[in-house]
């Protein structure tokens, strides 16, 4: 397989696996633009590697959401998320070129149906760092001329740590690292909104819409002003939760585009938690 037929491959709309020998190829493919001195080519390929990388990813998601395994598709919207950072700046795919735009756009919304609300964020110090490219330990006054960012021959100029030292954790709701998603013992997850989802879901790339808006929690929707607030609090409703965001929720109105025939799921409240039988 060569370069173009490469590029025809990722260009295809609506793959449903992925070919896993496209990986060991492009490398091999790198390794002789590498040895020949040709970055134009080399870079170029390091673009291929990312977005075959990004569709594998997207494609795996779907699947661990189809069977079951909810936070392996987490860790790989995260993981999208995180490449397609490296690749905006050296590959505009405007036009949804090799589908990037579609998947950068659905694989936030599926995240968005996601249950989890805390992370731990790690508080540390950076003491000895080197660069990815030439080996070098940085500091502030002696650094060497890669730029964290560039492409250098195929390759992504990083940083990488050598020593640091742990500060402390912390829980936070919108972490940089979103992989770190606290379980607590004994609890358990209520992944339902993505499980109705995906029964009206064929492959990765149908289309649907999400609109959240928010609504009055049942329990409010008939609350009179002088009467106790529904909440329990034994102060009267518009001295308590009336017109706060506590009496309402958010909703998730879903409407699938590519499947118009599979029936509307009724409004219903859905949990963070699953509720022990």
């Known amino acids: 397989m060569e370069l173009e037929q490469i590029k025809?491959?990722?260009?295809?709309?609506?793959?449903l696996s992925f070919d896993k020998d496209i990986k060991s190829k492009l490398k091999e493919l790198k390794a002789k633009a590498v040895e020949t001195n040709q970055e134009v080519v080399a870079n170029e390929i390091w673009c291929l590697e990312t977005i075959s990388e990004i569709q594998r990813l997207f494609i795996s998601a779907f699947n661990s959401i189809k069977n079951g395994k909810h936070f392996d598709a987490w860790h790989s919207y995260d993981m999208i998320d995180i490449e397609m950072s490296f690749l905006r700046k050296?590959?505009?795919?405007?036009?949804?070129?090799?589908?990037?735009?579609?998947?950068?756009?659905?694989?936030?919304?599926?995240?968005?149906?996601?249950?989890?609300?805390?992370?731990?964020?790690?508080?540390?110090?950076?003491?000895?760092?080197?660069?990815?490219?030439?080996?070098?330990?940085?500091?502030?006054?002696?650094?060497?001329?890669?730029?964290?960012?560039?492409?250098?021959?195929?390759?992504?100029?990083?940083?990488?740590?050598?020593?640091?030292?742990?500060?402390a954790?912390?829980?936070?709701?919108?972490?940089?690292?979103?992989?770190?998603v606290l379980f607590p013992e004994g609890m358990e997850y209520n992944y339902e909104a993505l499980d109705t989802l995906f029964m009206g879901l064929?492959?990765?790339?149908?289309?649907?819409?999400?609109?959240?808006?928010?609504?009055?929690?049942?329990?409010?929707?008939?609350?009179?002003?002088?009467?106790?607030?529904?909440?329990?609090?034994?102060?009267?409703?518009?001295?308590?939760?009336?017109?706060?965001?506590?009496?309402?929720?958010?909703?998730?109105?879903?409407?699938?585009l590519d499947n118009p025939n599979v029936k509307p799921v009724p409004y219903k409240t859905i949990g963070t938690w699953k509720n022990k039988s």
């Open 8 to 15: 025809q491959y990722l260009g295809k709309n609506n793959k």
């Open 90 to 167: 050296h590959f505009d795919y405007c036009n949804n070129k090799y589908n990037l735009e579609f998947i950068e756009e659905y694989s936030r919304k599926y995240q968005q149906l996601f249950p989890y609300e805390y992370f731990m964020s790690r508080e540390s110090i950076i003491k000895k760092e080197s660069c990815s490219i030439c080996g070098r330990v940085n500091t502030i006054r002696n650094r060497c001329e890669h730029e964290v960012g560039e492409l250098y021959m195929g390759e992504m100029c990083g940083r990488r740590v050598e020593d640091m030292e742990f500060i």
């Open 169 to 180: 954790m912390s829980i936070v709701k919108n972490p940089f690292d979103k992989y770190t």
């Open 202 to 256: 064929n492959t990765p790339y149908d289309r649907w819409n999400l609109d959240i808006e928010k609504k009055i929690k049942p329990e409010f929707a008939k609350a009179e002003r002088n009467k106790p607030c529904p909440c329990g609090s034994g102060k009267k409703y518009k001295k308590c939760c009336c017109g706060t965001d506590a009496e309402t929720t958010i909703h998730n109105k879903i409407t699938l």
